[in-house]
C-alpha cells in the first residue's frame, strides 16, 4: 500500500489547511484511516483517525479545530484544518490500516502504512 499526502504549506495564526491522502496498490480493504504529527524533537501523536463505518476520533488539541473525513470508494482521507495555532506545526503523516485476504490460507493479512509527511507551518 502507498500513500500520496499533498496538501501542507505555510499560514498565518488563525488560518486554514487541507491535507489529503489518497493510498494505492494492491488491498482488499482500508480499515481505519487517520493523520499523525511530529514536530521537531517530540514524538509522533496521533492527530485524528477515521473507520471505515465513519466513526472519528480526534487528539484533544484539534478537536473542534479539525475535521477528518474520508471517501471510501476513493481511497482518500482528508484534514480540513481551520483555526491554525502556531504549536499546530509540525510534519503531518497519512495513516492507514489495510486487509488484505489471503486466499492460499484463507486468512486476512492486516498492514500498516505511512505516507511520506508533509510540512504544516504556522506563523505567528
Known amino acids: 500500500v502507498q500513500l500520496q499526502a499533498s496538501g501542507g504549506g505555510l499560514v498565518q495564526a488563525g488560518g486554514s489547511l487541507r491535507l489529503s491522502c489518497a493510498a494505492s496498490?494492491?488491498?482488499?480493504?482500508?480499515?481505519?484511516m487517520g493523520w499523525y504529527r511530529q514536530a521537531p524533537g517530540k514524538q509522533r501523536d496521533l492527530v485524528a483517525t477515521?473507520?471505515?463505518?465513519?466513526?472519528?476520533n480526534y487528539a484533544d488539541s484539534v478537536r473542534g479545530r479539525f475535521i477528518i473525513s474520508r471517501d471510501t470508494a476513493k481511497n482518500t482521507v482528508t484534514l480540513q484544518m481551520n483555526s491554525l495555532k502556531p504549536e499546530d506545526t509540525a510534519v503531518y503523516y497519512c495513516?492507514?490500516?489495510?486487509?488484505?485476504?489471503?486466499?492460499?490460507?484463507?486468512?486476512?493479512?492486516?498492514?500498516?502504512?505511512w505516507g511520506q509527511g508533509t510540512q504544516v507551518t504556522v506563523s505567528s
Open positions: 496498490g494492491r488491498f482488499d480493504r482500508l480499515n481505519d
Open positions: 477515521i473507520s471505515q463505518y465513519g466513526a472519528t
Open positions: 495513516n492507514a490500516e489495510s486487509m488484505t485476504m489471503d486466499h492460499k490460507w484463507s486468512r486476512p493479512v492486516f498492514g500498516t502504512f
